[in-house]
């Protein structure tokens, strides 16, 4: 009863809160209009630089082949993978690989289009939102590896942080909060008819029920998909450029505050940056303490209220609520704190040279080092092979699974 009366009030206070915070933001940037437009301009800059031509390819991607029945097919084969471990529908683990690999919004943009085929409920749309919130490898490998700290060994050593702490916070409020969805049977190749036919019936099952439910030609898919990509990268490039100007309004009315705690807080890129730069120099945060790169990987798993805000506005025809989804977000950060501080040294110390090397990039400033839309998209073949061989590891857990499963429950 108490909760529920909480949430009628904020909600209720919603509009009025906004309008004040947004009235507060046209004083400041009035007060001081010179160092605003500056951080403006680097949000701007952060945004069309490395944001927009890194999700751009994966968001369209995601939403022809959810349109395809393709996402559903693969659903089929990950369905034991996703109940035991996050105790979600199948269909969620093409999310999963999505958000893994391409990074917010990406994985919200998935899950919405998982919700708007009716796969899946608004409690579970809410849920996978939470666990498939990852950066994506490019910020992690090529902005903060490469060009904030010199060193590709450490990006592979934050993205390898980044996804167990992420994969292992999904698995923990599944166990805390999570049932197995109560709509399954009705899911495409879930129906009791459906588990006699054989596993490849049922996934071409899966993919013929899914493409029936789209109904629309390839030419519209394409299109619709371009048009809601560039959408959603508007969304994002607002969001990004107004709290980086609301970042260095608070760097100025509040000096005594550390910046790294005020831009982690508040957006990605900018606290990875702070944190990067005020650390004692690079030597210092190899071979000093822990407390660095701990602290820059929490960050990272905490993604920071702009990234939150970019994924909820893109989840709002879902219903999904900023409390719990935050709670996953902060639970991602604990964990990731601690495995830095138990795994950072041995990840840097690897050397492993099938590993591609990032190069060619710089670290002037807020700028993250790509000069133009065509570097990031040349790197575009390494993350979709990427893509490709986590999608194959998640196939083979899921069979794994299953087997498991099998000789414990024949009958299962």
């Given at each position: 009863?108490i909760n529920?009366k909480i949430r009628r009030?904020?909600?209720?206070s919603a509009?009025?809160?906004?309008?004040?915070a947004?009235i507060?933001?046209?004083?400041?940037?009035?007060?001081?209009p010179e160092?605003?437009?500056?951080?403006s301009?680097?949000g701007l800059k952060?945004?069309?630089?490395?944001?927009?031509?890194?999700?751009?390819p994966?968001?369209?991607l995601?939403e022809?082949?959810?349109?395809?029945?393709i996402?559903h097919?693969?659903?089929v084969?990950l369905?034991p993978?996703?109940?035991?471990?996050?105790r979600?529908?199948?269909?969620?683990g093409w999310t999963?690989?999505?958000?893994i690999?391409a990074g917010?919004p990406?994985?919200a943009?998935a899950?919405?289009?998982?919700h708007k085929q009716?796969?899946?409920?608004d409690?579970?749309?809410?849920?996978?939102?939470?666990?498939?919130?990852?950066a994506?490898?490019?910020?992690?490998?090529?902005?903060v590896g490469?060009a904030?700290?010199?060193s590709p060994?450490?990006g592979?050593?934050?993205l390898a942080?980044?996804?167990?702490?992420?994969?292992a916070?999904?698995?923990l409020s599944a166990?805390i909060k999570g049932?197995?969805?109560a709509?399954?049977?009705?899911?495409p190749?879930?129906?009791?008819h459906?588990k006699?036919a054989?596993?490849?019936g049922?996934?071409?099952?899966?993919a013929?029920?899914a493409r029936?439910?789209?109904?629309?030609?390839f030419?519209?898919?394409?299109g619709e998909?371009v048009?809601a990509a560039?959408?959603n990268?508007?969304?994002?490039g607002g969001?990004?450029?107004?709290?980086?100007?609301?970042?260095?309004?608070i760097?100025?009315l509040?000096?005594?505050?550390?910046s790294p705690?005020a831009a982690?807080l508040?957006?990605i890129?900018?606290?990875a940056h702070s944190i990067t730069?005020?650390?004692?120099?690079?030597e210092?945060?190899?071979?000093?303490?822990?407390?660095?790169?701990?602290l820059?990987?929490?960050m990272?798993?905490w993604s920071?209220?702009?990234?939150?805000?970019q994924a909820?506005?893109?989840?709002?025809p879902a219903?999904?609520r900023f409390?719990?989804?935050?709670?996953?977000?902060l639970l991602?950060?604990l964990?990731?704190?601690?495995?830095?501080l138990?795994l950072?040294?041995p990840?840097?110390?690897?050397r492993?040279?099938?590993l591609?090397?990032f190069?060619g990039t710089?670290?002037g400033?807020?700028?993250?080092?790509i000069g133009?839309?065509i570097?990031?998209w040349s790197?575009l073949p390494q993350?979709?092979?990427?893509?490709?061989?986590l999608l194959l590891?998640?196939?083979a857990?899921?069979?794994?699974?299953?087997?498991?499963?099998w000789?414990?429950?024949?009958s299962?």
């Amino acid at each position: 009863m108490i909760n529920f009366k909480i949430r009628r009030f904020f909600r209720g206070s919603a509009p009025f809160i906004s309008g004040a915070a947004a009235i507060l933001l046209a004083i400041a940037i009035v007060l001081a209009p010179e160092s605003s437009f500056k951080a403006s301009l680097a949000g701007l800059k952060l945004w069309w630089t490395l944001v927009f031509p890194a999700l751009l390819p994966f968001l369209i991607l995601s939403e022809m082949l959810t349109a395809s029945g393709i996402v559903h097919g693969l659903g089929v084969l990950l369905e034991p993978l996703m109940k035991r471990l996050f105790r979600l529908p199948g269909a969620g683990g093409w999310t999963l690989v999505l958000g893994i690999t391409a990074g917010f919004p990406a994985g919200a943009g998935a899950v919405m289009q998982l919700h708007k085929q009716g796969d899946i409920t608004d409690k579970d749309a809410g849920r996978l939102a939470s666990i498939v919130h990852y950066a994506s490898p490019v910020t992690l490998l090529i902005v903060v590896g490469t060009a904030f700290l010199h060193s590709p060994a450490a990006g592979y050593a934050l993205l390898a942080i980044h996804w167990l702490s992420g994969l292992a916070a999904g698995c923990l409020s599944a166990l805390i909060k999570g049932k197995a969805s109560a709509n399954d049977s009705r899911l495409p190749g879930s129906s009791p008819h459906a588990k006699k036919a054989s596993l490849p019936g049922r996934i071409h099952q899966a993919a013929l029920d899914a493409r029936a439910r789209d109904g629309r030609g390839f030419g519209k898919v394409l299109g619709e998909s371009v048009t809601a990509a560039v959408q959603n990268l508007m969304i994002v490039g607002g969001y990004m450029i107004m709290f980086a100007v609301v970042i260095n309004i608070i760097s100025r009315l509040l000096p005594q505050l550390p910046s790294p705690l005020a831009a982690g807080l508040l957006e990605i890129h900018l606290g990875a940056h702070s944190i990067t730069s005020n650390t004692a120099g690079l030597e210092g945060f190899f071979s000093g303490s822990l407390l660095g790169p701990a602290l820059l990987s929490a960050m990272l798993a905490w993604s920071g209220i702009c990234a939150q805000l970019q994924a909820l506005t893109v989840l709002k025809p879902a219903n999904v609520r900023f409390l719990p989804f935050t709670a996953v977000r902060l639970l991602h950060g604990l964990i990731a704190f601690a495995l830095a501080l138990i795994l950072w040294k041995p990840l840097v110390n690897i050397r492993a040279a099938a590993l591609p090397v990032f190069t060619g990039t710089d670290s002037g400033g807020l700028d993250p080092g790509i000069g133009s839309a065509i570097r990031i998209w040349s790197f575009l073949p390494q993350i979709l092979s990427l893509q490709g061989l986590l999608l194959l590891l998640l196939l083979a857990l899921s069979v794994a699974v299953k087997i498991f499963t099998w000789r414990r429950h024949p009958s299962a």
